[in-house]
């Protein structure tokens, strides 16, 4: 018995649906993520090798992760349904959520406070 979904452009496993879901879901909240606890990590101030090791093992990985898929996939021209150029997708999807991670823990530090 065939499913009718499992057939369209739109299936769990194409390229579209994947690279939809790396952009506007998994990216971001990998980085948030990042941005976090690498501004934890900065904040707090306990700099011991296991700690720094984690940020930096998390910041590499973070910024292959941005490279090689967002930065890559979004390297041929604009079309109609993406405009971004590679630099602003990268902006975009990696570097704003970064930023709004570090964000939440100062705020969360300020409400605590």
């Given at each position: 018995m065939e499913h009718p979904g499992l057939s369209t452009p739109q299936a769990m496993g194409s390229p579209?649906?994947?690279?939809?879901?790396?952009?506007?879901?998994?990216?971001?909240i990998l980085c948030a993520f990042s941005g976090f606890h690498t501004a934890s990590y900065l904040f707090v101030g306990l700099y011991t090798w296991p700690r720094t090791s984690r940020v930096l093992v998390l910041t590499i990985g973070m910024l292959i992760f941005s490279y090689e898929f967002i930065y890559k996939n979004q390297s041929s021209p604009p079309t109609?349904?993406?405009?971004?150029?590679s630099f602003e997708s990268v902006f975009y999807t990696c570097a704003v959520p970064?930023?709004?991670?570090?964000?939440?823990?100062l705020v969360l530090v300020g409400l605590s406070e």
């Open positions: 579209r649906f994947s690279g939809s879901f790396l952009h506007f879901f998994l990216a971001p109609s349904t993406w405009k971004y150029s970064y930023i709004i991670g570090a964000g939440a823990l």
